[in-house]
């Protein structure tokens, strides 16, 4: 029986860990769940919410409206042939569960994204990246929900019209829909890209002669646990601002007064900038302000040391992306997803 909660405290819903209340709250199992939601609250009557792990959001304001949690489940090989195996992910399954499914089954394509936090259904929202691959490299298609008309779509991998930390589902259609599941295509002889500097020193590390799907995923588990703060521990949302990406005459004018500035090409005349180097040039790795701060392992995450407010961590993401300005004349736009009614 589903049932809509009123009054519910989302901290232990968001990995920052900020206290907001939900007015409502219903975490639905399957479609027949949402569409009675919906019947109840249809979304002309208030704001709703989708939210899968809680993992790339921040609170700075209670919701007054409906969340909705997405419990959607289930993991099925759709369709094979001898290079490929199409798997259905439902939308609430864990991301790193499904990339562990994917291992142990000999399916190639995730092992690079291994023990990014959230729920699968999230991962095409800001196409999901890390060590070299993106969701948008293994994603077939996706089935979802409107919100308001109730119909469901499908979106192939054109519809989506993924870029970096970017997808359709974050400009035209914010919001309108919920995502039930996703399918992707994953190899049964996987080609390994271990092009990403760190994780090709990772692999040296460990002594692999052989590169195998364990050992690709085990060498991204590594690197991420001795860089990035565990959400369960220290409240926090990953990077929190997108790395900018710059003209090469905008980064060849830089570089003349910073030297050691990193870049990466990333097409015609374009430059990707690291965020977390800029804001550490700043002075503000290590930075704490109350519980609020910013991370001394990575300058890019911003954490909740304990008792934060999303507002106040909201306060100190706008003076970093001030000072990176002041300084550097780039521009941060948030990675995270603001959820408020005065900030964004
Ligand atoms: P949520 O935070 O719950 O939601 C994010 C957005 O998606 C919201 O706008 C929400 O409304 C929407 N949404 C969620 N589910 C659905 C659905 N079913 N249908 C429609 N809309 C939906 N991200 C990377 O890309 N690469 C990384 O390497 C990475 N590392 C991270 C490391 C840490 C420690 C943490 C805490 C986060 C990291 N992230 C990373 C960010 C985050 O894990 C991803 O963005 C993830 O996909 C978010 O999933 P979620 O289920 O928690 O989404
Ligand atoms: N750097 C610094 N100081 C810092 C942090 C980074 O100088 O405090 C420099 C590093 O030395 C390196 C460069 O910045 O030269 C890149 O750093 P890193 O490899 O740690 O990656 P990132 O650019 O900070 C991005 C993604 C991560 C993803 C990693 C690995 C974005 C916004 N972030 O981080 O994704 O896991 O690469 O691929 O693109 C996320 O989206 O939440 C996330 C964690």
């Keep these: 029986m589903m049932t809509i909660q009123q009054n519910v405290n ?189 994780l090709e020193q990772e692999l040296e590390k460990m002594g692999i002669q052989e590169l195998s799907l364990q050992a690709v995923s085990e060498a991204v588990i590594r690197i991420r646990q001795r860089k990035l703060p565990d959400p369960a521990r220290i409240g926090n949302a990953g990077s929190f601002f997108k790395n900018p990406e710059v003209d090469l005459s905008v980064y060849q004018q830089l570089k003349k007064d910073f030297q050691n500035m990193p870049g990466y090409t990333t097409g015609e005349e374009k430059i990707k900038l690291a965020a977390g180097w800029l804001i550490e040039q700043c002075g503000w790795k290590g930075y704490r302000q109350g519980d609020a701060g910013c991370y001394e392992k990575q300058a890019l995450v911003l954490v909740n040391w304990g008792g934060a407010t999303g507002r106040q961590i909201y306060q100190l993401s706008s003076e970093i992306a001030e000072s990176v300005e002041k300084k550097f004349g780039v521009k941060l736009e948030r990675e995270v997803n603001v959820i408020g009614s005065h900030l964004r």
């Design 10 to 198: 989302l901290l232990p819903y968001n990995t920052f860990h900020v206290q907001a209340m939900a007015r409502q709250f219903a975490a639905v199992r399957n479609p027949g769940e949402l569409d009675e939601v919906l019947e109840v609250c249809p979304p002309q009557q208030q704001p709703v919410l989708v939210l899968g792990g809680g993992s790339n959001l921040l609170f700075v304001d209670d919701y007054d409206g409906l969340v909705i949690r997405n419990e959607l489940m289930g993991i099925t090989v759709v369709q094979e042939d001898d290079e490929y195996a199409y798997v259905q992910v439902g939308a609430g399954e864990n991301w790193h569960r499904f990339v562990q499914y994917c291992v142990q089954n000999g399916l190639g394509g995730v092992e690079n994204l291994s023990l990014i936090p959230g729920s699968t259904g999230a991962s095409p929202i800001q196409n999901i990246g890390a060590y070299g691959v993106e969701v948008k490299d293994v994603f077939h298609a996706l089935e979802a929900f409107h919100l308001g008309d109730r119909e469901r779509t499908t979106f192939n991998l054109e519809d989506c019209e993924f870029g970096y930390r970017e997808s359709v589902f974050k400009k035209k259609h914010k919001g309108a829909f919920i995502i039930l599941h996703v399918t992707f295509r994953l190899s049964k002889k996987p080609r390994f890209n271990t092009s990403y500097g760190a």
